[in-house]
């Protein structure tokens, strides 16, 4: 789907030049599909910004136009040619010219990890938000969307990049005006220190009649590690922060009773500094481990339904939760450490460890208690909100957005069965 009025050179570029005639003259229709939660959030943020972006950066000549529909299938399939022929049937039926379908699941194609792909023979893009990384998520999904459009508007061979790597040079300056860090025709996003540590390679599949451009993560290691902490940020894990209110008061009771009692000021005095880290360490993972268990959060590797990345969305509810609970312990910490200071006067605490109280004596004590309570109080106790917790997991957002996708094939085929009148 090119219209670049310059000469086309290859055949596949001539056929993008002829889907390009029967187009609308002035208006060209970009559909966004994200899946639901943050890519959501994302598209949102960037519907109205995007129509301008493409005027200024892309094509002049067009109106471009930008319309946001979520989709569940979007994210719940992991196949990605299921995401392909849905994204077809809604550009047939939207009228759209260019569907951008933005995942937060991996994308895999022969054993590799894939970023976005697009083809120009049905104008469709997929882009793998959790590849891009961390952050910052939405300038860089900003910058992939326009690239892809880029790829496929004005083609993807070596001599279209040529020729909109030299309108790129051109409009380097209010490239950067609009907030575009990359200006290289040939990379997906610009270069931050994320794409240095994980660089992205940019390949035009042979033996892929579908994909006219692909972007896959150049080093397998580094490439999943970046994926992990965008898969990490997609499960949001602050949102299941609140769900803790109800442990962190069982700790803090529990914590504040025990220190009444001499035996945690002597522990605190005797302990070096590793004591302290290990049974920090050994609480959090205590946490982590009794909050899969009790909201079964765990998703099963060898039964017949298990998902094919059950090990990839497992370790992921790992993280995300241990993310949460270092939250949990770090109020926790400074809750103890102020009550240490308000109930423990000094002439008490060095009366009874029998000699000079140094100011570590304080945090120390409130470290020691804030590990104990955790482990005596905090165990055992639920979270306020199971469907919280498990909506910050992948393998639970999967089984909801499937059973939705099968909810709307049953509505589609009663609708279809049914009688008109």
């Known amino acids: 789907m090119m219209r670049s009025d310059a000469p086309t050179t290859d055949s596949s570029e001539g056929v993008e030049a002829e889907a390009a005639d029967s187009m609308d003259s002035s208006t060209c229709r970009v559909g966004l599909v994200p899946a639901p939660e943050l890519p959501r959030d994302i598209a949102e943020e960037l519907c109205d910004e995007l129509p301008d972006l493409l005027v200024r950066h892309l094509d002049d000549r067009y109106q471009w136009q930008v319309q946001m529909k979520t989709d569940p299938l979007i994210g719940a399939e992991e196949e990605t040619r299921e995401m392909l022929h849905q994204a077809q049937a809604l550009s047939r039926e939207q009228g759209w010219d260019y569907v ?7 994308l895999y194609r022969n054993g590799r990890l894939v970023i976005a792909e697009g083809s ?23 910058e992939a969307i326009i690239q892809m459009l880029s790829e496929l508007h004005h083609g993807s061979s070596s001599q279209a990049r040529d020729r909109q790597q030299q309108h790129n040079d051109c409009q380097s300056e209010a490239r950067r005006e609009s907030g575009l860090y990359n200006n290289n025709a040939r990379e997906l996003v610009g270069w931050r220190l994320s794409e240095r540590i994980a660089p992205i390679r940019r390949i035009t599949p042979s033996d892929d009649a579908d994909i006219s451009v692909r972007f896959i993560a150049d080093s397998r290691l580094r490439g999943h590690c970046k994926l992990l902490a965008g898969m990490v940020r997609a499960n949001r894990p602050w949102t299941i ?15 504040a009773y025990g220190l009444l009692f001499p035996t945690l000021w002597r522990l605190s005095d005797a302990y070096s500094i590793w004591r302290f880290v290990l049974l920090m360490l050994a609480a959090m993972v205590a946490m982590v481990t009794w909050i899969i268990i009790d909201h079964g959060l765990w998703e099963p590797q060898r039964r017949s339904d298990a998902f094919p990345m059950a090990a990839l969305y497992n370790l992921t509810t790992l993280i995300t939760l241990g993310v949460g609970v ?3 312990y770090a109020i926790l910490l400074i809750m103890f450490l102020a009550a240490v200071f308000i109930f423990v006067p000094d002439g008490l605490l060095q009366s009874t460890l029998g000699h000079e109280v140094s100011p570590w004596h304080y945090p120390a004590l ?8 955790t482990i005596a109080g905090a165990l ?3 979270l306020e909100s199971d469907e919280t917790v498990r909506s910050a997991t992948y393998g639970y957002r999967q089984k909801s957005r ?15 069965s049914s009688p008109r009148e």
């Open 241 to 255: 922060f609140p769900a803790f209110r109800k442990i962190i008061a069982v700790a803090f009771a529990t914590g």
């Open 120 to 142: 120009g023979a049905s104008g469709v893009i997929l882009i793998s938000q959790p590849a891009l990384g961390a952050s910052p998520m939405r300038k860089r999904i900003r």
């Open 100 to 106: 951008v379908c933005l995942t937060d699941l991996p």
């Open 366 to 373: 409130a470290w020691l208690t804030s590990s104990v309570a």
């Open 326 to 328: 270092l939250f949990y």
């Open 402 to 416: 499937q059973q939705r996708v099968q909810q709307l094939k049953g509505q589609q085929k009663e609708s279809a």
């Open 380 to 382: 055992g106790a639920g």
